[in-house]
Structure formats: C-alpha cells, structure tokens
T-cell receptor
Framework: QQPVQSPQAVILREGEDAVINCSSS?????VHWYRQKHGEAPVFLMI?????EQKGHDKISASFNEKKQQSSLYLTASQLSYSGTYFC????????????FGTGTRLTIIP | DAGVTQSPTHLIKTRGQHVTLRCSPI?????VSWYQQVLGQGPQFIFQ???????GRGNFPDRFSARQFPNYSSELNVNALLLGDSALYLC??????????????FGSGTRLTVV
C-alpha cells in the first residue's frame, strides 16, 4: 500500500509557501521526506517518528499526525532551489524492514 | 567523505542476459538498501541488508538477488532480464536499520536499459 501524496504537482512563484501531504492507509512508525531533482538521486530532508513531533530546518519543516496516519511538509518563502519532486517514505513498524515511497509531488518554483 | 558510489552508471543489456550492479556505502554505514525507480514513479523497495544479513525483501521475482560483503559493499544481481527491468537502480546506505531513526543517503544510481 503506497502512501498517497497531494497535490500531484504545484507551481509557485519564488517566495510563496507550499504544503505537501502524505497519507497512509496503515499505521505508521515513521515518515521520511526526500527531494529528487531531475536526473539526480533523492536527497534526505528529514525523518519524523510517531509521537506527532514537528521538525524543521531553515524554511522547510514537517509534521506527523500519528492518529490520522498523515504527514505534511511545509516549505515557506520558497526558493528556486526547492524545485524538484518530493517523496514521502513510510515505515510501518516491526517486521517491515523497508521504506515505502509515496506517489510523489512535483514542485516547480518560477521567478 | 565519499558518498554512496554505484557502478556502472549506465548499462545496456539484451533480454535474457544477467546483470550485476555494485554499491559502496558511506564509510561507517552498515545498512544497504536497493530500490528500483521507473521514470515518473517513486523508488520501489527491492532489498535491505544490515550487517551482511538480508533484513527485508520487496515484491520482486526470484530473478532478483543481492548480497552484502564484509566491507558492507553490496551487489544486486538480476537474471533473465526482461524489458520491464529497464529502470534506474538506486542504492541507499544508512547508519542503522530502517527503524533506527536514520535517513538514507542515495547513490546516483545505475541506469539499466534492456533491449
């Protein structure tokens, strides 16, 4: 069961904010967030563990709602460098030693 | 510090052939995972190895196999290649197993084309 991300794609002007959502149909142990630029490998942004904590660095932050089995990634005052496809990766708990990636959200920042 | 290195970067094979992809994790990282990424989709989990033992296997046929060596490097082998195996194969290393709060560092991948 692949987590579903929304929106599928979004276009923003530099300086605008964006929210990307990741929803799972199964209980989550943790959520990872990655950004992948065209032709490059995914780059790790952050990991959130169950417990509902919010993390962030610079102008990118994320929250994890364990009860709703959802995570959201927040990008504030977006920069051109934020363009790329964002993937959430979910872990489902003991015995499931893998990261399941979401459907992806393509973010385009224009000047 | 060197990142995750994968070889080769590109590969063209014929249907029915066999292929071996290689990965060297970041120094000190004991976990290596393999993912297949088809254009326009997210990475799909193939295998995870930790301390040279298989700790997870994705929904891939037995034609796919892997192993991890004492120096924590890893190989992914695919037998009897099909056209549908054409994809970007990503290797990711991590300090610990999946559920030990560490993120993955991905290599640049091997682009496999099966003709």
């Amino acid at each position: 069961q692949q987590p579903v991300q929304s929106p599928q794609a979004v276009i923003l002007r530099e300086g605008e904010d964006a929210v990307i959502n990741c929803s799972s149909s199964k209980a989550l142990y943790s959520v990872h967030w990655y950004r992948q630029k065209h032709g490059e490998a995914p780059v790790f942004l952050m990991i959130l563990l169950k417990g509902g904590e919010q993390k962030g660095h610079d102008k990118i932050s994320a929250s994890f709602n364990e009860k709703k089995q959802q995570s959201s990634l927040y990008l504030t005052a977006s920069q051109l460098s934020y363009s790329g496809t964002y993937f959430c990766g979910t872990e489902y708990g003991f015995g499931n030693e893998k990261l399941t990636f979401g459907t992806g959200t393509r973010l385009t920042i224009i000047p | 510090d060197a990142g995750v290195t994968q070889s080769p970067t590109h590969l063209i094979k014929t249907r029915g052939q066999h292929v071996t992809l290689r990965c060297s994790p970041i120094s000190g990282h004991k976990s290596v995972s393999w993912y297949q990424q088809v254009l326009g989709q997210g990475p799909q989990f193939i295998f995870q190895y930790y301390e040279k033992e298989e700790r997870g296997r994705g929904n891939f046929p037995d034609r796919f196999s892997a192993r991890q060596f004492p120096n924590y490097s890893s190989e992914l082998n695919v037998n009897a290649l099909l056209l549908g195996d054409s994809a970007l194969y990503l290797c990711a290393s991590s300090k610990g197993q999946v559920r030990t709060n560490y993120g993955y560092t991905f290599g640049s991948g091997t682009r496999l084309t099966v003709v």
